[in-house]
């Protein structure tokens, strides 16, 4: 796929469902970025939007990824405009943002989902996912996050490496709170 057709297949996208819209768009970027050897990992609101099966909803896509510059100037040749820290793409109303270059997680857990046969996205994984909302839950005192972290924890429970979860944490009070949510579910 060259920028063209890129440029072309998401702007079919501007009718097509807000989810749709942003993981196929998500994965056209992917794409176009691999022959540049950069990976950009889907996290944040998005993340949880696949997890849950759409029961979460986002408005924007967040990316992790190294090679800012080149990814910037992607977007820029794909469309979007850079609005403070978010790109936009106005005729297909996508938001994407890259808060930053180092995956909170492990590089080696996340997944590669195929949207269909020649498009696929990275996705931090399940527990680093879970991880980033019990942080959020903690120390910014987000009950939405500590609602959706716990809810993935439970949804997912039997498929996750507690282990991996319990050696994640990084402070008392992550310790706690993850014990917390492990506990409610066990009960």
């Avoid at 909803?57 to 510059?69: K, L, N, Q």
Wanted: hydrophobic share 40%; proline share 2%; glycine share 4%.
């Amino acid at each position: 796929m060259d920028i063209n057709e890129a440029r072309v297949e998401i702007e079919k996208l501007v009718d097509a469902p807000k989810y749709d819209a942003m993981i196929n768009t998500a994965a056209i970027i992917t794409k176009l970025l691999e022959k540049d050897n950069i990976h950009p990992i889907v996290v944040g609101g998005l993340s949880v939007e696949i997890y849950t099966q759409s029961d979460y909803t986002t408005r924007d896509i967040d990316f992790v990824s190294d090679g800012y510059m080149k990814i910037a100037d992607l977007l820029f040749k794909l469309g979007f405009e850079k609005e403070d820290r978010h790109f936009y793409h106005e005729k297909v109303e996508i938001a994407i943002e890259i808060p930053d270059n180092y995956l909170a997680g492990d590089y080696n857990r996340d997944i590669k989902l195929a949207i269909d046969d020649d498009k696929y996205v990275y996705v931090i994984s399940i527990e680093d996912i879970i991880m980033d909302r019990l942080r959020a839950s903690v120390h910014w005192r987000s009950s939405e996050d500590k609602i959706w972290g716990f809810k993935l924890l439970a949804n997912n429970y039997e498929r996750v490496d507690l282990t991996y979860m319990r050696q994640s944490v990084e402070t008392k009070l992550e310790e706690i709170e993850l014990e917390n949510w492990i506990s409610q579910i066990e009960e």
